[in-house]
Nanobody
Framework: QVQLVESGGGWVQAGGSLTLSCAAS????????MAWYRQAPGKQRELVAR???????NYADSVKGRFTISRDNAKNTVYLQMNSLKSEDTAVYYC?????????WGQGTQVTVSA
């Protein structure tokens, strides 16, 4: 089992920046993809960004050019640098880690962007 602890959420004005972190502990051997999802009120959870163990990334169209996902395999930590934030980025952001074909989720961290 993998435990995930997220940090870095908060309130920011539109145009501002935030960095989210997610540290994995427990059975971290063989962690594969790491990702960030988000869920806004009344909407389905959606993929924001994903990064493979080798560093290949993919992003939702809505965040391309503004968000950057990265990971530190030695620390079993994934980051999400969010720049030029918009009000529509307001959501609960969840860390997701794939290990041996199973998905592990963090508890979520709130990001609120005021217009």
């Amino acid at each position: 089992q993998v435990q995930l602890v997220e940090s870095g959420g908060g309130w920011v004005q539109a145009g501002g920046s935030l960095t989210l972190s997610c540290a994995a502990s427990g059975n971290t051997f063989s962690i594969d993809h790491m990702a960030w999802y988000r869920q806004a009120p009344g909407k389905q959870r959606e993929l924001v960004a994903r990064i493979s163990r080798g560093g290949n990334t993919n992003y939702a169209d809505s965040v391309k050019g503004r968000f950057t996902i990265s990971r530190d395999n030695a620390k079993n930590t994934v980051y999400l640098q969010m720049n030029s934030l918009k009000s529509e980025d307001t959501a609960v952001y969840y860390c997701n880690v794939m290990r041996l074909g199973l998905a592990n989720w963090g508890q979520g961290t709130q990001v609120t962007v005021s217009a």
